[in-house]
């Protein structure tokens, strides 16, 4: 099986366009958060991949792989958003992406894992602390920033351990979709000069003054790889981004390379680490690939990263001792079927009674 990339096109045609590659993108980043944990919580030899004992300190392949998120989540919610801005509207669409895929997530994992892998069993469900942890997860806390831990683990259900710990992604999800609501409404020119703008502006804002924005974002990498996202949607009609811009960023890695391994512990700097990441995303998204039509249409990148965890916790104590590639291929034996009925089920069908709603 073999891809075929045409010449690059302009990021705006891509994403306008259902002949993209980003779907196929997240769903590798969301394939490499599972791998990156299997190494992490196998009993056996728990290490890091080869990919993150590259990277560190500055990085790992967790940070690599969430980041392409926040990047390609920038771009479609301010492009959302710029094709209406309508603050109703908007919050609906995101709700109806975030909150039914998540809900269904909590009760299956959660019902499971009090059932199954917990002192009481079945009858700790009939106690508060499941069903707060589902509702308080569901509605994302709140967006609140000191979550009590009470609210991350049901007590001795899996040994007290935090459920769904990758879940902290949405929570910040949540608050810079605030954030574009926020600024579209502020808008004093056009839209996308407005959006530009902002973007840099906050960008430089978080990177030169942490401390001043750190009561509502509170982790500079992250915000700042939505904005460039932000940013870079701005920028879409006119951007290409080609295989001859993966190299030009290939060889500003390596120019650093020897001062960087010089004075830290990797040759690898997180810029130049996002840098990278960042430009094989956009060529991988913005391609025209021919193969694989099914995964094109359908974002199953969702299912697999919010499932991923509380499933790796209940096969690794449900099966002896294994390996991390052992835990890796029967997680996912699990999790890529529950990410495929989420999507069907769940999750499309929700939007696109949204959408229809919308419409009338």
């Given at each position: 099986?073999?891809?075929?990339?045409?010449?690059?096109?302009?990021?705006?045609?891509?994403?306008?366009?259902?002949?993209?590659?980003?779907?196929?993108?997240?769903?590798?980043?969301?394939?490499?958060?599972?791998?990156?944990?299997?190494?992490?919580?196998?009993?056996?030899?728990?290490?890091?991949?080869?990919?993150?004992?590259?990277?560190?300190?500055?990085?790992?392949?967790?940070?690599?792989?969430?980041?392409?998120?926040?990047?390609?989540?920038?771009?479609?919610?301010?492009?959302?958003?710029?094709?209406?801005?309508?603050?109703?509207?908007?919050?609906?669409?995101?709700?109806?992406?975030?909150?039914?895929?998540?809900?269904?997530?909590?009760?299956?994992?959660?019902?499971?894992?009090?059932?199954?892998?917990?002192?009481?069993?079945?009858?700790?469900?009939?106690?508060?602390?499941?069903?707060?942890?589902?509702?308080?997860?569901?509605?994302?806390?709140?967006?609140?920033?000191?979550?009590?831990?009470?609210?991350?683990?049901?007590?001795?259900?899996?040994?007290?351990?935090?459920?769904?710990?990758?879940?902290?992604?949405?929570?910040?999800?949540?608050?810079?979709?605030?954030?574009?609501?926020?600024?579209?409404?502020?808008?004093?020119?056009?839209?996308?000069?407005?959006?530009?703008?902002?973007?840099?502006?906050?960008?430089?804002?978080?990177?030169?003054?942490?401390?001043?924005?750190?009561?509502?974002?509170?982790?500079?990498?992250?915000?700042?790889?939505?904005?460039?996202?932000?940013?870079?949607?701005?920028?879409?009609?006119?951007?290409?981004?080609?295989?001859?811009?993966?190299?030009?960023?290939?060889?500003?890695?390596?120019?650093?390379?020897?001062?960087?391994?010089?004075?830290?512990?990797?040759?690898?700097?997180?810029f130049g680490i996002a840098l990278a990441m960042g430009a094989v995303a956009l060529w991988l998204g913005t391609a025209r690939?021919?193969?694989?039509?099914?995964?094109?249409?359908?974002?199953?990148?969702?299912?697999?990263?919010?499932?991923?965890?509380?499933?790796?916790?209940?096969?690794?104590?449900?099966?002896?001792?294994?390996?991390?590639?052992?835990?890796?291929?029967?997680?996912?034996?699990?999790?890529?079927?529950?990410?495929?009925?989420?999507?069907?089920?769940?999750?499309?069908?929700?939007?696109?009674?949204?959408?229809?709603?919308?419409?009338?």
């Amino acid at each position: 099986m073999s891809f075929k990339l045409k010449v690059p096109r302009t990021l705006g045609n891509a994403i306008d366009s259902h002949d993209n590659g980003f779907n196929l993108v997240r769903l590798a980043c969301a394939l490499l958060v599972v791998v990156f944990h299997a190494f992490q919580m196998n009993l056996v030899a728990p290490r890091p991949d080869p990919i993150s004992a590259l990277t560190v300190p500055n990085a790992d392949l967790g940070n690599i792989a969430v980041g392409i998120f926040f990047i390609i989540s920038g771009m479609f919610i301010t492009q959302s958003w710029m094709r209406d801005p309508h603050l109703l509207r908007f919050a609906l669409r995101r709700v109806a992406r975030i909150v039914p895929g998540l809900l269904f997530c909590m009760l299956v994992t959660v019902i499971t894992a009090v059932a199954f892998f917990s002192e009481q069993g079945w009858r700790g469900l009939l106690g508060v602390e499941p069903w707060r942890y589902i509702f308080g997860n569901t509605v994302l806390h709140w967006l609140q920033y000191n979550i009590p831990p009470e609210e991350l683990a049901i007590p001795g259900v899996l040994g007290g351990q935090y459920i769904n710990g990758p879940l902290w992604t949405l929570y910040w999800e949540g608050r810079m979709y605030v954030m574009v609501a926020l600024i579209g409404l502020s808008a004093a020119m056009p839209m996308r000069t407005w959006m530009r703008g902002a973007a840099i502006f906050l960008l430089l804002a978080a990177n030169l003054f942490p401390t001043v924005l750190s009561g509502y974002i509170w982790e500079v990498r992250m915000w700042s790889l939505f904005l460039t996202g932000m940013l870079l949607q701005t920028l879409a009609p006119n951007l290409r981004i080609g295989l001859r811009h993966v190299a030009c960023a290939a060889v500003l890695i390596a120019l650093n390379w020897t001062r960087s391994e010089a004075l830290t512990p990797s040759p690898l700097t997180w810029f130049g680490i996002a840098l990278a990441m960042g430009a094989v995303a956009l060529w991988l998204g913005t391609a025209r690939v021919e193969k694989f039509a099914h995964l094109r249409r359908h974002d199953y990148s969702y299912g697999v990263y919010i499932y991923h965890w509380p499933v790796l916790l209940m096969m690794r104590a449900a099966l002896p001792p294994v390996d991390a590639l052992a835990l890796l291929t029967a997680s996912l034996a699990v999790i890529l079927p529950l990410a495929v009925l989420s999507w069907h089920v769940v999750e499309r069908p929700a939007m696109a009674a949204v959408r229809r709603r919308l419409k009338r």
